[in-house]
């Protein structure tokens, strides 16, 4: 027997029954909606959680995948706070596991005592038990301020004579610019790849005014005086036995046409088991023709891993040693795999997931230790596999694409063999890849170079900056110590300023 049952054998007003009734029903029908908008929102939650934890895709990667991932993300919270609100009863926040924030950072304590000392039912005087400490962290935006430096002046009357502290020698001299902004301009356009428009209007809403004509005059004079440590950086670099190298296109202002033209930034990163702090140069150039790379290179002797670009082929007839980068091969088998299911792909893919683990085993291992792994494991490995391809290469369809992927691997097969007898070559070209990747997503925000001076400059100071990034070091930190240093630095100590791991 229902409530409206009940009330009917009752005495009450028929009128008031009719009332009863209604609220019963919007009540009924309010909880119905909330049912079924709790019952979509459940399922686009495990639609969104299957495609955010499920398994991983390369149709989307790297920072394309982080992008994608952090809309996930955020839709995700959105769907879990709606269905909060429509629950009837809220549950209480459960509260994942979380890492501490940073022991570094400035704690600003904020007590809160209780209203009354004294218990609220006899009045007697309470006593401190203990306590309950929660952190929230929080952010204070550019915070623009005024160093005022004052110089007294002293005279001696009898030799009628002024004396005063020396201003300091300073990159931009008389500029009204400290270490600091200047640091933290050059970290938002080549570290965030803001265009300088948008620094002015960070500027502005703090109420101060910088011009962007402001601007690019202190970021082409950072760009004079770190040059030097950039061309350091490179004769370091260059003395490395093994290095990888890729490129990358970005568009050039044209001004004669008013259009943009194709320029490259042609990216080297010192070999990931060398000894010494790892290095990373860019080389800006106004074509992809393969005589810059030997122009870079020129002289260098060593093992050099690059893609199947052509560029690169000439000078391996008498110069570095070529090493072939198995995550390309490995691409190639992927992409057939995911377009057609095919086994002979995905067969492919298992034996590269092989060597792949081998070289995890590898990690931590000295020289000497992983070449004896290598010798051990991945040389087998990789003679099965070559003997796989070659058996596999007469029984698929000529033209089709795993035929592609296979001849692909087998021409490629003697540079990439080669790092396995060797403890410290690498397997693959990911390492400049991934130095690589931040400004190739960042050129969408500055969207092309104004000049060839001006993409020579960002090559020089994102080399530092990826430099400092690889070694552990804040980018903006160091650059503004060593703006500070540098103009009175000796030449015979300029790799004092460098950012490698020890620099203090």
Not at 82 to 90: M, T
Not at 95 to 121: F, K, N, T, V, Y
Not at 319 to 329: F, N, Q, R, V
Not at 382 to 404: C, D, F, I, P, Y
Request: net charge neutral; charged share 25%; proline share 7%.
């Amino acid at each position: 027997m229902n409530l409206l049952d009940e009330l009917a054998r009752t005495d009450i007003a028929p009128a008031l029954l009719a009332q009863v009734q209604a609220l019963i029903e919007q009540q009924q029908a309010r909880l119905a909606e909330k049912d079924f908008k709790i019952k979509a929102l459940t399922f686009e939650l495990a639609y969104y959680k299957r495609v955010r934890f499920g398994k991983a895709s390369e149709a989307l990667v790297g920072e394309q995948r982080m992008l994608f991932d952090e809309t996930v993300d955020m839709d995700l919270a959105a769907i879990d706070e709606e269905l909060r609100s429509q629950a009837p009863v809220k549950p209480p926040r459960k509260r994942a596991g979380r890492q501490p924030l940073p022991p570094e950072l400035e704690r600003i304590e904020h007590r809160h005592e209780p209203e009354s000392c004294q218990c609220g039912q006899c009045g007697a005087d309470l006593v401190k038990i203990g306590e309950d400490v929660s952190e929230q962290l929080d952010v204070e935006p550019a915070r623009f301020f005024v160093h005022r430096h004052i110089r007294p002046q002293y005279a001696c009357r009898p030799c009628e004579t002024v004396t005063a502290a020396p201003i300091p020698a300073a990159v931009i001299d008389g500029g009204m610019a400290a270490v600091g902004l200047l640091a933290w301009i050059a970290a938002c356009k080549y570290l965030d790849h803001l265009p300088l428009y948008r620094i002015e209007q960070i500027a502005t809403r703090q109420g101060v005014p910088l011009a962007r004509s402001t601007l690019a005059d202190w970021i082409g004079r950072i760009g004079v005086a770190l040059q030097p440590l950039a061309d350091r950086l490179a004769e370091l670099l260059r003395q490395h036995d093994c290095l990888h190298a890729d490129e990358t296109p970005v568009r050039q202002l044209d001004p004669g046409s008013g259009k943009t033209r194709h320029a490259y930034l042609w990216a080297y990163r010192s070999g990931v088991h060398d000894d010494g702090p790892p290095i990373v140069v860019f080389d800006y150039q106004t074509s992809r023709a393969g005589a810059h790379a030997r122009s870079f290179l020129h002289g260098w002797r060593g093992h050099l891993m690059v893609d199947d670009y052509a560029g690169y082929k000439a000078m391996f007839a008498d110069g570095p040693t070529e090493l072939a980068c198995l995550a390309h091969i490995r691409r190639k088998f992927f992409d057939v795999h995911a377009a057609s299911k095919s086994p002979v792909a995905e067969q492919a893919l298992q034996r590269i997931a092989k060597l792949y683990a081998i070289e995890q085993q590898g990690v931590g291992l000295d020289p000497p230790q992983r070449m004896l792994l290598r010798e051990q494991l991945a040389l087998p490995a990789l003679a099965e596999l070559h003997a796989w391809l070659l058996v596999n290469q007469r029984t698929v369809a000529a033209g089709s694409g795993t035929a592609k992927a296979i001849d692909h691997a087998l021409k490629r097969w003697p540079a990439l063999q080669r790092y396995a007898s060797s403890g410290t070559l690498p397997i693959d070209n990911n390492p400049v890849e991934n130095a690589i990747r931040p400004i190739a997503i960042g050129k969408k925000n500055w969207l092309f170079a104004g000049s060839e001076r001006a993409g020579r400059r960002a090559a020089a100071i994102q080399s530092l900056f990826a430099t400092a990034k690889l070694n552990g070091l804040d980018p903006a930190r160091w650059l503004a110590i060593v703006l500070e240093r540098l103009p009175t630095c000796p030449n015979s100590q300029i790799d004092s300023l460098l950012p490698f791991p020890d620099f203090t």
